[in-house]
């Protein structure tokens, strides 16, 4: 793996992913935990943000201190599954705008399928974090990234919950100036597609729709 791979370990972050597993976590679960972990994977890929100075009067006296310097930053979720994390990065980054784009996995060939895009006007100039909570074979990640690179998007980030090593090393050798941030990285892909051990369908278990 290289530099840009960045495997997130923080103990609050496995501690929620280790439930987001088990089978009996409900769906309210669930849903509050994938929104919890966008928030806390968040905290770790906005480390580089710059920072510029500003001047601050407080009650007591003037002094500088440090703000953002005005990056622009757009959420593009993949859906169904990556709706899931919006409102954990969100929470962090409240003026951020968001783009969607729908691609589901057929199947029969695991490729994935485009059936729905809206982005920001100003895309381009965005620095873009991509979310989904699953990379498996990382056909949709890649189909999403192409896509944002066709839109001019030159700084792009993606944040998965539970990645499989097939799809870590598709991205890295497709997009190898994207930047991943990953909770936990599992054994392998099933015959069908699936994260073993993951957590299952992550669609299905954030809407309650299995
Ligand atoms: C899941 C997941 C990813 C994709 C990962 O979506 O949310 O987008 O599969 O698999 P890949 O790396 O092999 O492409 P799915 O196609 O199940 O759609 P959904 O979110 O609408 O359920
Ligand atoms: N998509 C999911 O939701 N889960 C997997 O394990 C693989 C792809």
Do not use: W
Request: charged share 25%; proline share 6%.
């Amino acid at each position: 793996m290289n530099e840009n791979v960045h495997i997130l370990t923080h103990p609050l972050l496995q501690h929620k992913v280790t439930i987001l597993r088990n089978e009996t976590t409900s769906t309210k679960d669930f849903r509050e935990l994938v929104g919890e972990i966008a928030m806390l994977m968040t905290y770790e890929a906005t480390r580089d943000l710059p920072l510029e100075d500003v001047s601050v009067k407080t009650p007591i006296a003037t002094d500088t201190f440090k703000t953002l310097s005005g990056k622009k930053i757009a959420i593009v979720p993949i859906l169904r599954a990556g709706l899931g994390m919006v409102d954990g990065v969100l929470a962090m980054i409240p003026s951020a705008r968001v783009g969607h784009i729908g691609l589901y996995r057929d199947p029969k060939t695991l490729e994935p399928v485009k059936y729905y895009c809206k982005m920001p006007a100003d895309i381009a100039e965005r620095e873009i974090l991509i979310v989904d909570p699953m990379l498996a074979t990382g056909g949709s990640s890649c189909a999403a990234i192409d896509f944002m690179k066709e839109y001019g998007c030159k700084h792009i980030k993606m944040m998965n919950i539970i990645a499989a090593p097939e799809g870590i090393a598709r991205v890295q050798k497709e997009h190898p100036d994207v930047e991943l941030y990953i909770a936990d990285v599992d054994k392998k892909l099933n015959e069908h597609g699936y994260i073993v051990p993951g957590l299952g369908d992550a669609g299905d278990r954030i809407f309650g729709t299995k």
